[in-house]
């Protein structure tokens, strides 16, 4: 491995102790493929197989914590029954040598009606083209509930710790949208009240670990920086990340597709993004960075802006499973960057995510058709 690199495989200690043997993440990546019940098919087992290796930790996609906020086909950790399909997971990551997070969802007004299994698809508000209906103050606590539950069997299936899904307009992120939570009782209203749901959330999976001894459990936030269109900007993403470093949270990942963004609304655009939250953070917690850094040497230069204390990969992984290999054996010149349909078998991607390629769709930001398995 080239000398330059180096940093990039120097352990990394989070602030309840446990360590990392590197900087490099793998980002959750959803492969819309699953069976009923959450688990593993013999396609996304294909897909998974050998993809952490050299990856010091795994964030497992978008997991749903109940029926009511299946929108995809995703693993599930609603109950019992899920258990042998988390401790798959689990020793997929652990067998590779990288630590595995959970991230645990819900879609929201985004669940698919007919992924609910009868049950309803709910939103903190109803929308009016009547896709959702509003949760109920008792339907918001038993959410909460869900959360800290789906931590529990990620616990007990060997995990080392759970991301909350607060971006991407899900369940959490419809909360804090101001324009989606309609919400006159507690959850709603004023930006105290509709941070409520997330802090809630936090507390209830600190609860767990404690009631397990667990302070080696990691707990993880995910936030989107802003979305014009919809309720928030940077003003309150920053106001939300002051609120999140009081937590006993582990690290912040921020959710974008380009490392190097700019802020459009609420911040300085003269600074990317990332600069923004590393300021306003200012050490309290790590921060993950990620977006569209597909080389090796893009890896490194984002890293070595300072900016972020981890460096998550999505695509990069997608189109390498042996990605950190090829780094080390000094291949990173043979490190893919475009789908080539002439490499399709190599990818080992999901009959869902070649479909997505067929249609052309960018799968950071649509959701595919699903394919049948037969
Ligand atoms: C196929 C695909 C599935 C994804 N699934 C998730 C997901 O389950 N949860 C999530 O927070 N982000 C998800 N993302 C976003 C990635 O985690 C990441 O933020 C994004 O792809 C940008 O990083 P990249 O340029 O390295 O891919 C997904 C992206 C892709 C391409």
Redesign the pocket.
């Known amino acids: 491995m080239k000398k330059k690199y180096e940093p990039l495989f120097e352990p990394f200690t989070f602030n309840n102790g446990v360590q990392l043997k590197n900087k490099l993440v793998v980002?959750?990546?959803?492969?819309?493929d699953s069976g009923s019940n959450g688990e593993l098919t013999p396609t996304a087992r294909n897909f998974w197989r050998d993809r952490f290796r050299g990856f010091g930790m795994f964030?497992m996609?978008?997991?749903n914590v109940a029926q009511s906020g299946v929108g995809f086909e995703?693993p599930n950790a609603i109950d019992d029954a899920n258990l042998p399909t988390l401790k798959e997971y689990t020793q997929l990551a652990h067998d590779q040598g990288a630590k595995i997070v959970m991230?645990i969802?819900h879609a929201g007004y985004k669940a698919k009606k007919w992924m609910t299994k009868g049950h309803p698809v709910v939103a903190p508000s109803g929308d009016r083209r009547g896709r959702a209906r509003s949760m109920t103050g008792a339907e918001v606590k038993q959410m909460i509930d869900n959360f800290a539950h789906a931590a529990e069997l990620g616990l007990k299936a060997g995990m080392d710790g759970v991301?909350i899904?607060g971006?991407?307009g899900?369940l959490i992120e419809q909360f804090f949208a101001a324009n989606v939570n309609h919400r006159t009782d507690e959850w709603g209203g004023s930006f105290a009240a509709r941070v409520k749901f997330s802090m809630a959330i936090i507390d209830a999976i600190d609860a767990v670990r404690k009631k397990y001894n667990r302070p080696d459990f990691i707990i993880g936030y995910?936030f989107s920086p802003e979305r014009p269109y919809q309720g928030f900007t940077m003003k309150d993403t920053l106001a939300l990340v002051d609120e999140l470093v009081k937590k006993p949270l582990q690290y912040l990942?921020i959710?974008?597709?380009?490392?190097y963004s700019h802020p459009r609304r609420g911040a300085n655009r003269n600074l990317t993004r990332m600069q923004v939250y590393h300021d306003r953070i200012a050490g309290k917690l790590p921060l993950i960075g990620?977006?569209?850094?597909?080389t090796a040497d893009q890896i490194l230069d984002a890293y070595n802006t300072g900016w972020a204390d981890l460096i998550?990969?999505?695509?990069?992984?997608?189109l390498n499973p042996d990605l950190i290999d090829l780094i080390k054996n000094d291949h990173e010149d043979q490190i893919e960057t475009k789908f080539n349909w002439k490499n399709a078998a190599h990818y080992r991607y999901t009959p869902s995510?070649l479909q997505?390629e067929r249609d052309h769709l960018?799968?950071?930001?649509h959701n595919?058709r699903p394919v049948r398995h037969n």
């Open positions: 980002a959750p990546i959803t492969v819309y964030i996609p978008f997991t995703s991230q969802a991301e899904q971006s991407n899900w995910r990942h959710s974008l597709l380009g490392f990620v977006g569209s850094l597909k998550a990969v999505g695509r990069a992984v997608m995510m997505a960018d799968l950071a930001i595919p």
